[in-house]
């Protein structure tokens, strides 16, 4: 599974982080940091965070599935 | 009665990275069905580099395991890991190093940069001494902090030095940094944010010299690094060394295309298309992404060259964009540039170009509780904005800066910082050497026949 | 007497069961102008920026009826907002707290479990007062630490805050604030006693615990401040929920289809309820207040001026959302306002996703044929918190929970 997050858009809400602890973590209040390419097992965590995120700012590829915006501007 | 357009049915992508593959993406989208290449001289499918210099480095995540996701299928031909080492207008060829030559209708060169090396190429060559781009410098720095080393040292504080001080502090490893200017991140973002940035690392235990120098690298009998002799006559002992001296544009390969080529990039119209060496616009030659200069109205139409995620991205579809459609179609590049930096549990965000500017004020926060937003002004107008860990604000500031609003800002707010007043932007002169820019504002006159070309150093 | 105006017309109990296409004539104009003097934005690009202006206060107008220091961070600006959300948030979620939303999906499922469990051989049930109204109140008494025991204190308490946030328009104004007031004491009164159990020893690890046994000064609330938090998420965490699952349930018995593919695909609960927080939000409207003048299309409102953000009708604005007055449960590209946006976007937000997500699909799969009884259901009064005060539905049985 691919993941790659706009971190422009990205404004620190971690809906991400509550969904899918191990892949995405905050570090201090607002900066984010994730595993660009976790396992398949997180697949169905990973798509419930990026459908979560108020920005639509994560974007995943993985068995299937193209999930996320639909261009970054 | 004129001639038909020539049809394009072959696409040619010089670089297959972030822009590379989010042109490739686009072109496809907007219903391209002929051919496309995409050429890259790494041996990687695209993958992402910002954490190359943070999770990489504390060694949550593999170096490999940043590959990026496509958006869709491509039915591209993909050239990895050959690089191109010319094109040819008149033919409409990009040659490559196997020696393949690869025809185009349209190319869209987007081959980024690479890190500057450590000038000295014998001390550049010292085990221990490395620099951070690509995948293989992650692992290999990932592998060093690894291994406990008494000291690292970081030539330069930009955003890619202080992030890899940052990420040697969350691993407890002792980190000296070494600055030329007077603090760190003051090339982006100018000295009062740059001090903030400095309280912070010394309050994370960097060892933080600014307005030095690294003169020297010495080694121990066995060619290993095991210091540097600073300009200020201090020696540090450290056993890995981090060149974070910024980047250099990859544009040998266009010497003797006939292209508007210099050190700052490839020139190009606020559509993508390159300029030749005269400054008149080719038809079929795009550029997107860091090593592209285009010029930007909000900005006095100077030409602006980004070495922004964001930037890479959006460029690319606009480029993308303009190769596949019909000229009444055609798009300009104008974006509000945005940056993020992670360092030290903060999250730095900036829209605009902090350094296009004669002032800021704080508008809202404090510096001195290091979480504020910035605004910057350049003759009464907006023209940038810097949040510390106040990233939900900058939406705002993104429009006022589109509408050019006026600078000082006058509105109230609720978070009013004690002061309410504006202090001139000092930003180190970009005519000097200096160390990881990450904006570079360049003039250019149409009228010069050629750029000029400073001795490739590296 | 003058003719209501569109807004006034939305505020009216009438219009309760189906705002939409009073809020489609709200969008004609981008800034109503009320005559109370308040205005009116509709439009999904100005309410969004709106809620990204450093120039609104989320603080009451004109001297607030609660000082400072008794007001929960819902209704404080920065730098204070900003100071107490965080020292909630490092109990709640992360970078301190990461896992302890995450971690209760199992004991969420449970509840809705034990919930249905208890429908077993009905034939007709009420969703709101069987399902929805009680499963939130047991979440946040979960989450707080509460007893389950005492739970029961809760509802009548929390009822009466929420009447205080949006009175019916033929309430007695007074005799409300009363009955506010009393609970709050009551609640606070509650809280406090729990305060001193945890801080004296007995820390059960809750998100309560940790607020008020935090010794370190930056992260240190008040005891004042704790007990206003805690009230807040309860009131929060409780109102809001129960409407987004009611009228969740109520949206999915309307379209069947929908209904039948959540049963047999469990992962399209997540993309749903995004899509449910657009298509009905739960929350109607936000109301702000200027400290400058400020510029929206065109209008430059006042300073001190009350604004309405009307995020209901924003989320069905067509500029923004292709055929927005459809149901489309896998819809993609949805940056919903549901649960606004900006700092002060919803706190409990994780937990209320989780929430529904698991409520609507063990009743998806747990219901044998279930219908709707009554279509419009009955609604609260409340105009900004918005959803059926029942939902009666009729089915066929209650299968057994699963595994």
Redesign the interface.
């Given at each position: 599974m691919?993941?790659?997050v706009?971190?422009?858009r990205?404004?620190?809400?971690?809906?991400c982080?509550?969904?899918?602890?191990d892949v995405f973590?905050?570090?201090?209040?607002?900066?984010?940091?994730?595993?660009?390419?976790p396992e398949d097992d997180h697949a169905?965590e990973v798509?419930?965070a990026a459908?979560?995120c108020?920005?639509?700012a994560i974007?995943?590829?993985g068995p299937g599935l193209?999930e996320?915006?639909?261009?970054?501007? | 009665m004129s001639a038909p357009a020539p049809s394009v049915d072959r696409i040619v992508i010089v670089g297959a990275s972030l822009a590379g593959l989010r042109a490739a993406e686009t072109v496809r989208a907007e219903g391209f069905g002929g051919h496309l290449t995409l050429i890259g001289d790494e041996p990687h499918e695209p993958y992402d580099r910002p954490p190359l210099s943070k999770q990489v480095l504390t060694g949550w995540i593999p170096a490999g395991g940043t590959a990026l996701p496509g958006r869709r299928p491509l039915d591209a031909q993909w050239r990895l890991g050959v690089a191109a080492t010319g094109l040819d207008l008149e033919r409409k060829e990009v040659a490559l190093a196997d020696g393949d030559r690869v025809p185009f209708d349209r190319v869209l060169i987007a081959t980024g940069t690479r890190a500057r090396r450590w000038p000295n190429p014998e001390e550049a060559a010292l085990d221990g001494v490395l620099g951070v781009r690509r995948r293989e410098d992650g692992a290999q720095l990932r592998e060093r902090l690894a291994a406990g080393p008494r000291r690292v040292l970081v030539i330069g504080g930009g955003f890619a030095g202080s992030e890899i001080a940052s990420a040697c502090r969350e691993l407890d490893l002792p980190v000296t940094l070494a600055e030329a200017g007077r603090a760190p991140l003051v090339n982006a973002l100018g000295h009062a944010i740059g001090g903030v940035a400095a309280g912070i690392q010394r309050d994370h235990g960097v060892d933080l010299r600014c307005g030095v120098t690294v003169v020297s690298l010495e080694s121990d009998p066995g060619g290993a690094v095991r210091g540097a002799l600073l300009s200020d006559g201090d020696r540090v002992a450290a056993d890995v060394v981090v060149v974070a001296l910024g980047a250099v544009r990859n544009v040998e390969w266009l010497d003797g295309s006939g292209l508007a080529v210099g050190p700052r990039g490839v020139a190009c119209d606020a559509g993508c298309r390159a300029f030749d060496a005269n400054g008149v616009t080719t038809d079929d030659v795009f550029v997107a992404g860091d090593v592209a200069r285009f010029p930007h109205p909000l900005y006095a139409y100077q030409l602006i060259a980004l070495e922004h995620w964001d930037n890479a991205v959006a460029q690319a579809e606009v480029a993308a964009h303009n190769m596949v459609c019909p000229a009444p179609q055609r798009r300009p590049h104008l974006p509000v540039p945005a940056f993020w930096s992670t360092q030290f549990g903060v999250n730095i965000k900036s829209v605009g170009i902090p350094s296009f500017s004669d002032s800021l004020m704080v508008t809202q926060g404090s510096m001195a509780e290091r979480r504020f937003v910035a605004a910057f002004g350049y003759r009464g107008r907006i023209t940038a904005a810097v949040a510390f860990d106040e990233g939900k604000w900058l939406d705002f500031y993104d429009e006022r800066i589109r509408e050019a609003a006026p600078f000082p800002p006058r509105f109230a707010v609720s978070h009013r910082p004690g002061e309410d007043r504006t202090f001139p932007a000092e930003f180190p002169d970009p005519y000097t050497p200096s160390h990881s820019p990450t904006v570079q504002l360049t003039g250019h006159q149409p009228s010069e026949r050629r750029a000029l070309r400073l001795p490739a150093a590296q | 007497m003058a003719d209501s105006t569109v807004f006034q017309q939305v505020l009216d109990p009438a219009a309760r069961a189906d705002p939409y296409p009073l809020y489609a004539r709200l969008r004609e104009r981008p800034v109503w102008h009320e005559p109370d003097g308040s205005f009116v934005v509709t439009r999904y690009r100005d309410v969004a920026a709106l809620l990204h202006d450093p120039r609104l206060s989320s603080e009451p107008p004109g001297g607030p009826d609660v000082p400072e220091n008794e007001r929960s961070f819902l209704f404080l600006d920065p730098p204070e907002h900003d100071r107490q959300r965080r020292q909630a948030n490092r109990h709640f979620g992360p970078p301190h707290t990461p896992r302890r939303i995450h971690d209760m999906s199992p004991l969420l499922h449970r509840h809705v479990d034990d919930l249905l469990d208890g429908l077993a051989g009905h034939d007709r049930i009420d969703v709101v007062d069987d399902v929805a109204y009680p499963f939130p109140v047991t979440v946040i008494c979960d989450v707080l630490g509460v007893p389950r025991e005492d739970e029961p204190l809760f509802h009548p308490w929390a009822d009466a805050m929420v009447a205080a946030l949006d009175p019916a328009p033929d309430e007695d104004p007074e005799q409300v604030r009363r009955h506010t007031l009393e609970a709050r004491r009551e609640m606070s009164e509650y809280l406090v006693a729990l305060a001193r159990r945890r801080a004296a020893g007995d820390d059960d690890g809750s998100m309560f615990s940790g607020l008020v046994r935090t010794q370190e000064p930056q992260w240190r609330m008040t005891p004042q401040q704790q007990i206003r938090t805690a009230v807040l998420l309860l009131v929060a965490g409780h109102e809001t929920t129960v409407n987004l699952l009611a009228n969740g349930m109520l949206t999915l018995l309307r379209h069947p289809d929908v209904l039948d593919r959540l049963r047999d695909e469990p992962d399209l609960a997540a993309p749903m309820v995004e899509e449910l927080l657009r298509y009905e939000p739960p929350v109607q409207l936000l109301v702000r207040r200027t400290l400058d003048e400020v510029e929206v299309a065109g209008t430059v409102l006042p300073q001190g001026a009350r604004l309405h953000l009307a995020l209901a009708a924003a989320n069905r604005d067509p500029d923004r959302f292709a055929d927005p007055d459809r149901f489309v449960p896998d819809r993609p590209d949805n940056q919903h306002l549901g649960f606004g946006s900006g700092i002060h976007s919803c706190f409990g937000a994780p937990l209320a996703r989780l929430e529904v997500q698991v409520g609507l699909t063990l009743m998806a799969q747990r219901l044998v044929a279930p219908r709707l009884a009554e279509d419009p259901p009955p609604y609260r009064p409340n105009a900004l918190l918005r959803g059926p005060r029942h939902l009666p539905v009729t089915v066929d049985g209650v299968r057994p929970a699963a595994g």
């Open positions: 691919r993941i790659v706009d971190l422009n990205c404004q620190g809400y971690a809906q982080c509550f969904l899918a602890p973590r905050m570090q201090g209040e607002e900066a984010l940091v994730y595993l660009p390419n169905a798509r419930r459908v979560a108020p920005v639509q974007l995943v590829e193209v996320g915006p639909v261009s970054a501007a | - | -």
